[in-house]
């Protein structure tokens, strides 16, 4: 891994600039069109609740077997920094990592990230085992299966009564003939439901921020050192320069790629105003209203946040934050933090102005664990 992947992420963003996308979890680096044939098969139902219920991590430091490459590296708990599973896929040569979670949870849910820009797997498969030994050995069951594949971080429910391996095995990258490389695998006990699950999508600050790996306090852990039973699946799902006409444009994808997730949380504003001029303002709060109407007829949980304050916003942002509000009030949203407030009262946070510094990214997730706390037991 190049010095360059393990920069943070403020060195990142003033090396690549505002329009990176940092965390490309909704559009692939072909930019390849929509597929339904990617949306994952379940062999049972999924399972959606409004109250959330613990979903302990089962996989961390686990044993782990693969068909090559470091099968230590994608349970290892150390995200966009640490060892990466580097392995070439092929049809008559799948590439598979196995991990021994043991036995206990009825049902389970695999989340898996590739490393930012790497090559991704299209075509892949998840599988059980009750009776193996290494990950070779022994009788498998596929649970799901997904083809054309265009994202770089998914998360699969499957049935997991009687069984003690979880194999990831994938057996086409979009760039045949090259490595993938994957950098975490979670396997959680989904047996009380997947409702602790979150999707945090938006810009490059929400990009910045909701990179697990970059710093310690992530969200998941955040929440979890206060209420332990619970570690939430989290993928942060922000790409830089994007706002609320991309996620008009791509809300029915993102629901059919993601279907499994409860929490929604839809931060975007920052690009929606742009151009400072406040007469804009009423078609930001429609194109909002447009997308959490849409999440909640899916049955999903929404929270939008303030827009973030930035250097001269105080002059324009009020009218865009209004908006925001009159969402929140007319479609009943859960409390979420106001990071307009926060980040006028701490612009230190801010390295350009706009930008959340590391500590303005370990800030956001703070606000948010505190935000979502009754939620938490």
Same mark, same amino acid.
């Given at each position: 891994?190049?010095?360059?992947?393990? +920069?943070?992420?403020?060195?990142?963003?003033?090396?690549?600039?505002?329009?990176?996308?940092?965390?490309?979890?909704?559009?692939?680096?072909?930019?390849?069109?929509?597929?339904?044939?990617?949306?994952?098969?379940?062999?049972?139902?999924?399972?959606?609740?409004?109250?959330?219920?613990?979903?302990?991590?089962?996989?961390?430091?686990?044993?782990?077997?693969?068909?090559?490459?470091?099968?230590?590296?994608?349970?290892?708990?150390?995200?966009?920094?640490?060892?990466?599973?580097?392995? =070439?896929?092929?049809?008559?040569?799948?590439?598979? =990592?196995?991990?021994?979670?043991?036995?206990?949870?009825?049902?389970? +849910?695999?989340?898996?990230?590739?490393?930012?820009?790497?090559?991704?797997?299209?075509?892949?498969?998840?599988?059980?085992?009750?009776?193996?030994?290494?990950?070779?050995?022994?009788?498998?069951?596929?649970?799901?299966?997904?083809?054309?594949?265009?994202?770089?971080?998914?998360?699969?429910?499957?049935?997991?009564?009687?069984?003690?391996?979880?194999?990831?095995?994938?057996?086409?990258?979009?760039?045949?003939?090259?490595?993938?490389?994957?950098?975490?695998?979670?396997?959680?006990?989904?047996?009380?439901?997947?409702?602790?699950?979150?999707?945090?999508?938006?810009?490059?600050?929400?990009?910045?921020?909701?990179?697990?790996?970059?710093?310690?306090?992530?969200?998941?852990?955040? =929440?979890?050192?206060?209420?332990?039973?619970?570690?939430?699946? +989290?993928?942060?799902?922000?790409?830089?320069?994007?706002?609320?006409?991309?996620?008009?444009?791509?809300?029915?994808?993102?629901?059919?790629?993601?279907?499994?997730?409860?929490?929604?949380?839809?931060?975007?504003?920052?690009?929606?105003?742009?151009?400072?001029?406040?007469?804009?303002?009423?078609?930001?709060?429609?194109?909002?209203?447009?997308?959490?109407?849409?999440?909640?007829?899916?049955?999903?949980?929404?929270?939008?946040?303030?827009?973030?304050?930035?250097?001269?916003?105080?002059?324009?942002?009020?009218?865009?934050?209004?908006?925001?509000?009159?969402?929140?009030?007319?479609?009943?949203?859960?409390?979420?933090?106001?990071?307009?407030?926060?980040?006028?009262?701490?612009?230190?946070?801010?390295?350009?102005?706009?930008?959340?510094?590391?500590?303005?990214?370990?800030? +956001?997730?703070?606000?948010?664990?505190?935000?979502?706390?009754?939620?938490?037991?």
């Amino acid at each position: 891994m190049n010095a360059a992947c393990a +920069m943070s992420i403020a060195q990142r963003l003033r090396v690549a600039g505002a329009a990176l996308a940092l965390a490309c979890v909704f559009a692939s680096p072909a930019a390849r069109a929509f597929d339904p044939r990617s949306i994952d098969r379940i062999r049972s139902d999924g399972f959606e609740s409004a109250t959330p219920t613990p979903m302990p991590l089962v996989s961390r430091n686990r044993p782990a077997f693969a068909s090559a490459g470091n099968a230590a590296a994608v349970n290892d708990g150390e995200y966009y920094g640490g060892a990466t599973w580097d392995v =070439v896929p092929g049809d008559a040569t799948p590439a598979w =990592v196995a991990i021994q979670v043991g036995a206990g949870p009825t049902r389970a +849910m695999l989340n898996w990230v590739a490393y930012p820009g790497s090559n991704l797997p299209t075509h892949y498969r998840i599988e059980t085992s009750a009776n193996s030994s290494n990950g070779a050995d022994g009788t498998w069951t596929t649970a799901v299966t997904v083809v054309d594949n265009g994202v770089e971080a998914r998360a699969h429910p499957f049935a997991f009564a009687g069984q003690q391996w979880v194999r990831f095995v994938v057996t086409r990258a979009h760039d045949v003939g090259q490595a993938i490389s994957i950098d975490e695998i979670d396997v959680q006990d989904a047996s009380t439901g997947n409702a602790d699950s979150w999707m945090f999508v938006g810009d490059s600050i929400t990009a910045a921020a909701f990179h697990r790996g970059l710093f310690e306090g992530n969200f998941p852990e955040r =929440v979890h050192t206060v209420s332990p039973a619970f570690f939430p699946l +989290m993928i942060g799902a922000g790409v830089g320069g994007t706002s609320t006409v991309d996620g008009v444009a791509r809300i029915d994808e993102w629901l059919a790629i993601h279907p499994h997730f409860q929490n929604w949380v839809i931060s975007y504003g920052t690009n929606d105003s742009a151009n400072e001029d406040p007469q804009f303002a009423p078609a930001f709060g429609e194109r909002l209203r447009f997308i959490v109407a849409t999440l909640q007829a899916a049955g999903k949980t929404v929270f939008v946040p303030r827009i973030p304050y930035k250097t001269g916003g105080e002059a324009y942002l009020a009218p865009y934050n209004a908006q925001v509000d009159a969402v929140v009030g007319e479609l009943g949203l859960g409390a979420a933090p106001d990071l307009y407030a926060w980040f006028l009262a701490h612009p230190d946070q801010l390295y350009d102005g706009v930008h959340p510094n590391d500590a303005g990214s370990r800030s +956001m997730n703070q606000l948010w664990a505190d935000a979502v706390r009754p939620l938490y037991p």
